[in-house]
């Protein structure tokens, strides 16, 4: 086995580790590897947490290579040594992102896989998982067991279910009675091993003892959606509406929060199309898409559509969205190419309403509509631009000058000279303190930004006569 018996310690930590494995196929060049990635005694910032992670998973690479070459003892051991680096590492790290803890569960999960390639026992595995989300000081293990889960065997899995069955069952014990059987009025060692159990009853397809479960803490709406989607999974659509529709009415009479349901509507108008009832899905759909015209409302909407009434549907969803806000249905004109109504909606609307929606949304808009109308694709690089001085980020005061670049071509080349000299004097009235952006945006104004580029001859000329002067 390579769990720590045979103790050798790993030089970069105090844990131990399993000598065999580690010598074999000269380990020693992946350890080195592993400690050289982890960078101990050096605090990675929020910055730089990406390309620290990227490094991590090229040497992760490494080890899956040996798994795959049939290599799994080397890999156990290899694995071990690595989750524990992690975990050493995890107070020098700005890991607010969670890029650590996501690779952490990764390599978890390989590790898992790479005992069951090694057959080691099953019941050795599961008690280190276990211990592991016990002494999970770091939070690396949360909801952990819904990755995991997925990739037990049968016997691990089983054993895992006894484990937080018996879990539960001691916690439950100690409970008082509630008369409002509600999950979030129990301890949390009920409710943790409570959802873990849901989570294994779910990859399981167990829907009685999901159903028992329930019963005995409680159901929500949450609950509702997973046991309607189970029933759905077995083609029985039918109690799968019955459970919607306890759902739907858990959520009319109380505030939820997370154990709420935002699909119950969704799955519904799938069951009742399935069971024959297309009308209530389009009904629904169309209700939805007025409350919420945006590209997946339509999507939704003409899911249920037939092909007879395609044009008709689409035709009334973009009359609808032409008077709704600008803000969700820019992405819908834009994937119905409608790109004459955006452009008129563009052009309609006040500059501070555009320079409210996210750069992700109208930089997609300005693309689209750039060779379309190129005068309301400069409306919004003039918003994008705007953005950015208004949110006084200095470090994007660049990137606000391509934007007003692109602003001045247009206008120039279409003779709305007026529109560009309203810019200008808006940005000396409002911006003038802002001085790293105001001096090259009077250089941009008077045609000296960007300042000319040399050519890769020039530059290569430049160099080599610089070179040869010292000698």
Not at 64 to 84: H, M, P, R, T, W
Not at 187 to 203: C, G, Q
Request: include cysteine.
């Amino acid at each position: 086995m390579a769990n720590f018996e045979s103790y050798g310690k790993c030089y970069f930590c105090k844990r131990t580790f399993s000598k065999k494995g580690m010598t074999k196929m000269n380990n020693k060049d992946l350890i080195e590897q592993i400690e050289r990635a982890l960078s101990f005694d050096t605090f990675i910032s929020y910055n730089n947490v990406w390309d620290f992670v990227d490094h991590l998973e090229r040497v992760k690479d490494n080890i899956d290579a040996l798994l795959k070459n049939g290599k799994a003892e080397q890999a156990v051991s290899l694995y071990e040594i690595f989750l524990s680096g992690c975990y050493e590492k995890a107070e020098e790290i700005d890991d607010s992102s969670g890029e650590l803890g996501i690779f952490f569960e990764e390599l978890f999960c390989s590790w898992i896989d790479a005992r069951q390639k090694a057959k080691y026992d099953s019941k050795e595995t599961i008690n280190q998982v276990l211990k592991w989300m016990e002494n999970d000081e770091y939070g690396f293990c949360f909801n952990i067991e819904k990755s995991i889960v997925k990739i037990f065997c049968r016997n691990e899995l089983k054993i895992f279910e006894l484990s937080i069955r018996s879990c539960f069952d001691d916690a439950y014990c100690l409970e008082s009675p509630k008369e409002d059987k509600r999950i979030s009025n129990y301890s949390y060692p009920v409710r943790k091993n409570a959802d873990i159990l849901k989570i294994i009853y779910t990859e399981k397809k167990d829907i009685k003892s999901y159903i028992n479960l329930c019963e005995k803490v409680g159901v929500t709406p949450k609950d509702c959606e997973v046991i309607a989607l189970l029933y759905k999974g077995i083609d029985n659509f039918q109690e799968a509406l019955i459970w919607v529709g306890k759902g739907l009415g858990l959520k009319e009479k109380d505030n939820w929060l997370n154990e709420s349901s935002y699909d119950l509507e969704r799955i519904k108008r799938e069951l009742s199309s399935l069971l024959g009832n297309n009308d209530y899905a389009i009904e629904s759909a169309w209700a939805d898409f007025k409350k919420y015209p945006s590209e997946y409302s339509y999507d939704e909407l003409m899911k249920y559509v037939e092909k007879k009434d395609i044009d008709n549907w689409h035709n009334k969803a973009i009359e609808e969205a032409k008077i709704s806000p600008l803000k969700s249905t820019i992405e819908l004109f834009i994937k119905t190419r409608e790109l004459d109504i955006l452009a008129d909606r563009i052009l309609s609307v006040k500059h501070e309403e555009l320079e409210n929606i996210s750069h992700y949304i109208i930089e997609k808009a300005a693309k689209v509509l750039l060779n379309k109308n190129s005068i309301a694709a400069a409306k919004i690089y003039r918003a994008m631009g705007m953005r950015i001085l208004n949110s006084k980020k200095s470090k994007y005061y660049n990137i606000a000058l391509e934007h007003f670049l692109k602003v001045k071509s247009i206008y120039i080349e279409n003779n709305f000279e007026e529109e560009w000299m309203s810019i200008i004097r808006f940005i000396r009235e409002n911006h003038a303190r802002k001085y790293g952006f105001i001096p090259d945006f009077e250089k941009l104004v008077s045609g000296k930004y960007p300042p000319p580029q040399e050519s890769f001859i020039q530059r290569a000329k430049k160099r080599w006569n610089k070179q040869i002067s010292l000698l």
